[in-house]
């Protein structure tokens, strides 16, 4: 495989959940794709549908949720097709996933080395013997100090920072090709935020491994990501390369977004910070037209069309019927 042949390839995946006022149209044909060695970050407000798009990845989703695609494959192999039981070896093997929230994806009842050398029985069982050596070489990899030690605390004995990191070991005992972060800096003051990033940075290219980030914040985006993916609406309105995002802008929530990033030395001392009005719709029911329509200044009646395509320039890509593409030819 090519370095920058998909490890993951998402087209026109849709995820929709019941309601007692009908389905709610949670994730709308989304598409990306994410390369070996690339990390691909997901951004926008809560609610906007980048988690519930990447636990659609390997169907880990509420009851009654309905998930549907064009494509989803893995490596070549359609995840549409295969069964819970083939997801489950995919999942913690090939896939590693960290969670928001360290302390309740770890299990307090157990030590940090059981929790560690049970994911690595679980997909090699032929190799048990060495599962204890992982577990202690991967708490060293992810830099916690004596990882010999570690293996016998509880997950409440460490901080929120080295709690992540156990995580972080944890999604990469078995060498998987790729990893899901769902927000993994969340709850970490800004120090250890940093750590966290240079941390899965570095594991990235140490491994060779295709990175799927979701955040909400566009200062980590900046620093890490090869290419950003905007969510609004549970629908992809904005791709592109990292560098060309950050410099054209092209859908107006996205350039909202950016408007909203404090700056030191802009703008006038004691003017508060630039907001976007409204909130998110509701994703209920039929939808139409362009979602972010009644929170943008540029709206007019043909955002109202039935359907709006996302729109490219070379690998800048738009779902906006007011956006100049040409910028991103530029």
């Known amino acids: 495989m090519s370095a920058r042949e998909a490890v993951l390839s998402v087209g026109e995946m849709s995820v929709s959940l019941p309601h007692r006022l009908g389905r709610v149209h949670a994730v709308r044909e989304v598409s990306f794709d994410v390369a070996r060695g690339e990390t691909v970050c997901i951004v926008g407000e809560s609610g906007c549908g980048k988690s519930m798009s990447a636990m659609a990845i390997l169907n880990l989703l509420p009851r009654g949720a309905e998930r549907r695609a064009a494509r989803l494959s893995f490596l070549g192999e359609d995840l549409l097709t295969a069964g819970e039981k083939r997801l489950r070896q995919i999942r913690g093997d090939r896939i590693g996933v960290i969670f928001q929230e360290p302390l309740t994806a770890l299990n307090p009842s157990l030590t940090i080395g059981e929790q560690l050398m049970e994911v690595f029985r679980r997909h090699r069982p032929e190799r048990r013997g060495d599962a204890r050596a992982r577990a202690v070489d991967m708490l060293g990899q992810v830099g916690i100090p004596n990882p010999d030690e570690r293996m016998h605390q509880y997950p409440h004995h460490l901080s929120g920072g080295l709690r992540q990191r156990v995580v972080i070991a944890m999604a990469l005992m078995c060498e998987p090709a790729m990893i899901i972060a769902d927000e993994p800096t969340t709850a970490l003051d800004v120090t250890i935020q940093a750590q966290i990033l240079r941390l899965l940075v570095d594991l990235k290219d140490r491994f060779g491994l295709a990175l799927l980030l979701i ?37 107006p929530y996205a350039r909202g977004l950016l408007g909203c990033l404090p700056s030191v030395g802009a703008g006038e001392r004691g003017r508060p910070l630039q907001v976007i009005p409204g909130t998110v719709p509701s994703l209920i029911g039929d939808l139409r037209g362009c979602t972010f329509r009644d929170r943008c200044a540029e709206a007019g009646p043909d955002c109202e069309a039935d359907h709006i395509d996302l729109r490219k320039a070379g690998d800048h890509g738009v779902r906006c019927v007011r956006a100049n593409l040409a910028e991103a030819a530029r």
């Open 215 to 251: 955040t909400h914040d566009l200062a980590v985006a900046s620093r890490i990501a090869d290419r950003i993916v905007v969510m609004y609406g549970g629908q992809v309105v904005e791709t592109a390369a990292t560098a060309e995002f950050f410099a054209r802008p092209l859908h």
